[in-house]
């Protein structure tokens, strides 16, 4: 079974700064992988995926993910925040197509406070 | 509108009650996943379904019971077996042709609580 682990439970910065939440996954196979974020009041909403291919995603509205494979990783970052991404942000990942529950493992989360 | 609804916004259970929680897509969606979510704790699969009247354990189905007779609904049922369902209950989909590699997209959620 794979499980992931979200490194920071809450992160406080500044408007424009720079930002980057860990996620390490553990899981011997193909993975895809998933961030998704939860603003106050909102539904939970999907930022960025990756299924295959070029390891350095793009998402919506400026998010960007990398991932490693050699680190299990698949860090999200964001050049300059906004007090507008306060929210909550969840890693997720599930097995390779064809193998293994198609649900997703989410990490527990991350609680992003942007102050202005 | 396209979506997922779920009903009610808050639940309230007394002990020994079962209680069932909706979930309607009009997203023509083959899948669909039943999500529990704790604080601090993150997103935990209960149930889910590929397929009308075919559906799999997650890894927290225990106390939990569901259905699939329509494409459009998956409803849970949280039975008195379930020690501890106080929890916020999140209902997804997806399109379900390439199992794993799409995008689940996420109702509005349904807050449990126990009286």
């Known amino acids: 079974a794979q499980s992931v682990s979200q490194h920071n439970h809450h992160v406080i910065l500044s408007e424009a700064a720079s930002l980057e939440l860990g996620c390490n996954y553990s899981?011997?196979?193909?993975?895809?992988l998933f961030w998704y974020v939860q603003y106050p009041g909102q539904h939970l909403q999907l930022l960025l995926k990756y299924f295959s291919g070029d390891p350095l995603v793009k998402g919506i509205k400026g998010f960007e993910a990398e991932f490693i494979k050699s680190k299990f990783s698949f860090n999200l970052r964001k050049p300059s925040v906004q007090w507008s991404d306060t929210a909550e942000y969840f890693c997720a990942v599930n097995a390779g197509s064809g193998g293994g529950a198609d649900g997703l493992t989410f990490g527990k989360g991350t609680h992003l406070i942007i102050q202005p | 509108d396209g979506g997922i609804t779920q009903s009610p916004k808050y639940l309230f259970r007394k002990e020994g009650q079962n209680v069932t929680l909706s979930c309607e897509q009009n997203?023509?969606?083959?899948?669909m996943y039943w999500y529990r979510q704790d604080p601090g704790q993150g997103l935990r699969l209960i149930y889910y379904s590929q397929i009308v009247n075919d559906f799999q354990k997650g890894d927290i189905a225990e106390g939990y019971s569901v259905s699939r007779e329509k494409k459009e609904s998956f409803p849970l049922t949280v039975t008195s077996a379930q020690k501890n369902p106080t929890a916020f209950y999140l209902c997804?989909?997806?399109?379900?042709?390439?199992?794993?590699?799409?995008?689940?997209?996420f109702g509005p959620g349904t807050r449990l609580l126990v009286l």
């Open positions: 899981y011997g196979g193909t993975v895809n």
């Open positions: 997804a989909s997806s399109i379900g042709l390439r199992r794993g590699q799409e995008t689940q997209y």
């Open positions: 997203l023509n969606h083959d899948a």
